[in-house]
């Protein structure tokens, strides 16, 4: 990675940044990944480039949902795979969720590239890759209709990070519980999803995994009082006041 001072005001930023990058030099990531990235800082700074406490109850709400559910999958794409390897291995050993790649642009050697990064971060067993486990939602009309009968066809539960608002929809009405990681709470994957996670995935990967690892230490009574108590429309209401507060504060202030 290049020389980033870490006083920089814009550090972490631009260590994202970097990791893109050299996840496009690696063949993982897609020229339309770097654009979609660009969209969603935007949003970040609207956040304060900070897990705010609604991500936060997202994120339980979403580990509690995760530890009930009997099929959890995490499915991953390149920028995914760039930005969180590492948190991918631990989710991976850590928990019980598989991990499959799903790409909106479709590509069978993009897809071996990422898997094949994947495990050199410590993931054991890729979904994804392989003709002979292919199925389809067919109700998607993108390339990503394509999932691991293993994996997402059979899964109760779908986290998605970065995800595309088409397949969102869809998986939703094929009855799978869909937990988003989504910067823009407008979209319509935050929109559609059960539970919204309205954060940036390097942040909200390590709390995630704490989260799963506290409450599979948990009674099922408290793991339901936990969903049972989460509402996503409140919630991203909330997110988007806080976004909001932040624009009327630098509004004042430019004044």
């Known amino acids: ?8 005001p814009r550090s972490e930023s631009l260590k994202i940044r ?15 990944g770097l654009a979609a990235h660009g969209r969603g800082e935007a949003f970040d700074y609207l956040l304060g480039e900070k897990t705010t406490q609604p991500a936060k109850k997202a994120i339980r709400t979403g580990a509690a949902s995760i530890v009930k559910a009997e099929e959890p999958v995490f499915s991953v794409n390149g920028n995914v795979s760039a930005l969180v ?10 928990t019980d969720v598989k991990i499959e790649v799903n790409l909106f642009h479709e590509s069978k050697e993009r897809e071996k590239r990422i898997a094949n990064h994947l495990k050199n971060h410590g993931v054991e067993k890729v979904l994804g890759t392989k003709k002979e486990h292919s199925a389809e939602i067919p109700e998607i009309q993108s390339g990503r209709k394509t ?13 998605v990070p970065l995800e595309d608002g ?3 929809e869809k998986l939703v009405k094929n009855e799978k519980k869909v937990i988003s990681i989504d910067l823009n709470p407008l979209s319509r994957t935050a929109q559609s999803s059960h539970i919204t996670i309205v954060d940036n995935i390097v942040r909200t990967m390590p709390l995630l995994i704490e989260e799963i690892k ?26 988007t006041d806080i976004m909001l507060n932040t624009l009327k504060k630098e509004s004042k202030e430019g004044d």
């Open 18 to 32: 970097e990791k893109l990058a050299k996840g496009l030099e690696k063949g993982l990531v897609s020229p339309a």
């Open 1 to 8: 990675m290049k020389d980033i001072q870490p006083e920089h």
């Open 166 to 168: 088409d397949r969102t």
């Open 85 to 94: 390897p590492d948190e991918i291995g631990r989710l991976s050993k850590e």
């Open 214 to 239: 506290d409450l599979r230490q948990q009674s099922s009574n408290k793991i339901n009082e936990i969903i049972k108590g989460y509402e996503n429309e409140k919630n991203l209401e909330k997110v």
């Open 147 to 159: 999932v691991d009968k293993r994996g997402q066809k059979i899964a109760d539960t779908i986290v």
